[in-house]
């Protein structure tokens, strides 16, 4: 009958949205972010660009993970693919989708503020473009801790 097909398709429908899952999750956030080594004594940061992501994607073909995603190699790709040496207001996700028994994905993406780090020791006078865009912070810290102070704006 016409009920019964409904039904059918209905329920056809819903088991579909069911295999289909995925989720997103707010990992964490933190105000800066690197994988880089960087000197912060006497230096001036420059923003690249604003609002960036980075992702770090391992998939899972049938029912096996091919690996497992990491913050460090999203936080690289969003660094590398803006020029940039840290990251600034950093929010983390953890996403996952798959299809059982077909396809699936884990993936870490990272979005944040993408900051270049300029040496000004080796500058010999910074442009005003530098200046309007970027903080000079000054290592005032002692005994192995660092407290960055922003000295001017």
């Keep these: 009958s016409g009920m019964?097909?409904?039904?059918?398709?209905?329920?056809l429908i819903a088991l579909i949205g069911i295999l289909l899952t995925g989720c997103s999750t707010r990992y964490g956030t933190l105000t800066m972010a690197t994988t880089k080594n960087i000197q912060m004594d006497n230096v001036r940061l420059e923003l690249v660009k604003e609002n960036v992501s980075g992702k770090s994607?391992?998939?899972?073909?049938?029912?096996?993970?091919?690996?497992?995603?990491?913050?460090?190699?999203?936080?690289?790709?969003?660094?590398?693919?803006?020029?940039?040496?840290?990251?600034q207001n950093v929010v983390i996700y953890?996403?996952?989708?798959?299809?059982?028994?077909?396809y699936g994905e884990n993936t870490f993406d990272v979005k944040g503020d993408v900051w270049k780090v300029v040496d000004i020791s080796t500058q010999s006078a910074p442009t005003s473009s530098l200046d309007s865009q970027g903080k000079i912070f000054k290592?005032?810290?002692?005994d192995d801790q660092l407290d960055l102070v922003s000295i001017t704006n």
């Excluded at 019964?4 to 329920?11: A, K, Q, T």
């Excluded at 073909?61 to 990491?70: A, D, E, F, K, Y």
């Excluded at 953890?94 to 077909?102: D, E, G, L, V």
């Design 57 to 87: 994607t391992k998939p899972i073909v049938l029912i096996i993970p091919t690996g497992t995603p990491s913050i460090e190699d999203a936080i690289d790709a969003a660094l590398e693919a803006n020029g940039g040496d840290l990251l």
């Design 94 to 102: 953890y996403k996952w989708f798959y299809i059982p028994y077909i």
């Design 139 to 142: 290592n005032i810290g002692t």
């Design 4 to 11: 019964d097909l409904i039904h059918r398709w209905l329920s």
